[in-house]
């Protein structure tokens, strides 16, 4: 259903979605729309997942379109652990693993983020699954393996590239119909500001990564007054969502791999990948052509040189990188077979990512032919990713609709971790989130390789204490922090 005129009028008048809080119910403007999903009364149990331990469990109700809040609703799937020292209690602290499309109503629970004691002693942590994910009225288009992988632009190929997009969009407009529109961060970040008023607080804390980190600030731009300590690792630009954001993962790829290069010709005796950057690159290239004639046999798994290429966020690791480049040499011709064959793949992930980035924003191009264009560009400019970054999307054959992207542009106070190399979200992404958020921190991780800063379960970050004395104490730092690992 295309949403036109009517609809924008209807949002506009929705502007109650400043979500008036539970503990401020005698402020509430009478006839208030929200006023069901806000006083709603939840009934929490144990959780039926793979980490129960003392999560306990709930289903928040919400509007599926807000703009017409007495219309159809959806449950959203909502996870505690209460603060170990209540007497300390500071508040709730909401958790998002990333995506889009990443459920995380495991998150207080999981081993993976190992949350400091005092953070855990002050905050209830809060998981949920957003919209369209896991438990919360999941969306799943019914995508083949071969519908999910990614692809790059070729011209011989791209013919069947668009066919490909165009199956993926119509297949989900199937299966999802209306919903796709309401699929979007900033339903998503009104789904939160529900869950604050019905657990009764007047303002939330926030821990994000990734996608998470726009999520974060999506919030903060629609609920100003409602936000407390917020926390944003490895951070989005989000003035580059999304097709921006993929063309500078091929930027980052770029600059990743000029380093590895660097790093490895000094290693030549321990790889033997070349004495000199050129050496090294010219060694890599001739992988890759040799992969395409023939996929290398590594690890059970046979590789063509798309594969190689696919798997470019590995170049910031340079160690890894170059044991990989190293192992695949040294395979190559050996005339090993595969495995096995390759077994079904659940596509729920993939399908609720394709429905948030597509619906969250207007600037995808429609012209198949623009994407050939930008595609042939970059695979120039970024020859590693270039021509996957800029290949077509199924967001070039989506039914437009919903709201206008959200501009991040306001004073609240927020904490950025960030590594200096990072594959996904680029040090000059998190740079740009940073002078959006006029009132925001920066820490940087110099040398830090990977995507992900904080409170990982082996490896502690320099970032851990910066972000851990905000979380407790809600001071930032007087200025942006530099440190290294």
């Given at each position: ?19 008036p809080?539970?503990?401020?119910a ?19 149990k144990?959780?039926d ?9 709930t ?14 609703t959806?449950?959203?799937a ?5 603060a170990?020292?209540?007497k300390?209690?500071?508040g709730v ?5 990333g ?12 081993p ?10 002050r905050?209830d ?14 969306v ?11 692809h790059?632009?070729?011209a011989?190929?791209?013919?069947k590239d668009v ?7 119509e ?5 999802a ?5 309401q ?11 529900v ?10 804390s926030y821990?994000g ?6 999520l ?17 690792d ?6 580059r ?13 770029e ?6 290069a ?5 290693r030549?005796?321990?790889f ?19 992969a395409?004639r ?9 590789l063509?040189?798309d594969n190689?290429?696919?798997?470019s ?24 077979r595969?495995s ?19 619906a969250?924003?207007?600037?995808w ?14 695979r ?10 800029a290949a ?17 542009d306001?004073?609240a106070?927020?904490l ?5 190399w990072?594959?996904q979200?680029?040090l000059?992404?998190?740079?740009a ?6 009132g925001?921190?920066m820490?940087t991780?110099?040398?830090g390789?990977g995507?992900g800063?904080?409170?990982?379960p ?17 001071r930032?730092?007087?200025k ?6």
């Amino acid at each position: 259903m295309r949403i036109g005129n009517t609809h924008a009028i209807r949002l506009l008048v929705a502007a109650s979605l400043l979500i008036p809080t539970a503990a401020c119910a005698a402020s509430e403007p009478p006839g208030d729309p929200l006023k069901p999903y806000t006083h709603q009364e939840l009934r929490w149990k144990p959780c039926d997942t793979e980490k129960p331990g003392a999560l306990r469990c709930t289903t928040v109700k919400v509007p599926l379109d807000y703009a017409e809040p007495d219309g159809r609703t959806i449950g959203i799937a909502v996870s505690r652990l209460r603060a170990s020292r209540p007497k300390e209690r500071h508040g709730v602290l909401l958790l998002n693993p990333g995506g889009p499309g990443a459920p995380g109503l495991d998150l207080p629970a999981d081993p993976n983020l190992k949350l400091p004691t005092q953070v855990k002693q002050r905050y209830d942590l809060i998981g949920f699954d957003p919209r369209g994910t896991g438990r919360s009225a999941p969306v799943s288009c019914g995508l083949t393996v071969e519908e999910q992988a990614d692809h790059p632009y070729k011209a011989a190929t791209f013919a069947k590239d668009v066919a490909r997009a165009r199956t993926v969009a119509e297949k989900c407009r199937a299966a999802a119909g209306d919903e796709l529109a309401q699929l979007t961060t900033r339903n998503s970040a009104r789904d939160l500001d529900v869950i604050r008023a019905v657990l009764g607080e007047r303002r939330i804390s926030y821990l994000g990564i990734s996608y998470g980190t726009y999520l974060g600030a999506v919030y903060m731009q629609l609920f100003p007054g409602r936000t407390d300590r917020f926390v944003l690792d490895s951070a989005t630009d989000p003035t580059r969502v999304y097709r921006g954001m993929f063309q500078d993962m091929a930027k980052a790829a770029e600059q990743a791999l000029t380093r590895w290069a660097g790093w490895t010709a000094r290693r030549d005796r321990e790889f033997g990948l070349g004495t000199t950057p050129a050496a090294v690159r010219a060694a890599l290239r001739d992988l890759i052509a040799r992969a395409d004639r023939e996929p290398v046999v590594f690890e059970g798994q046979a590789l063509g040189g798309d594969n190689i290429r696919a798997n470019s966020r590995v170049f910031v690791h340079v160690r890894q990188a170059a044991e990989w480049i190293a192992g695949l040499r040294k395979a190559a011709g050996n005339g090993a077979r595969p495995s096995g064959e390759p077994g079904e793949s659940d596509d729920a992930y993939v399908s609720a990512a394709w429905s948030y980035m597509c619906a969250d924003t207007h600037t995808w191009p429609r012209d198949p032919e623009r994407y050939r264009h930008e595609a042939v560009r970059d695979r120039a400019r970024y020859p590693l990713y270039g021509d996957f970054a800029a290949a077509i999307t199924p967001c070039a054959f989506w039914q437009p609709g919903g709201e206008p992207r959200t501009t991040i542009d306001n004073t609240a106070g927020a904490l950025i971790t960030q590594n200096e190399w990072d594959p996904q979200t680029p040090l000059f992404a998190g740079r740009a989130m940073h002078r959006a958020l006029h009132g925001s921190r920066m820490v940087t991780v110099t040398g830090g390789e990977g995507h992900g800063v904080l409170y990982a379960p082996d490896t502690g970050s320099c970032a851990d204490a910066t972000a851990t004395a905000y979380l407790t104490t809600g001071r930032l730092p007087a200025k942006d922090v530099a440190c290294r690992n």
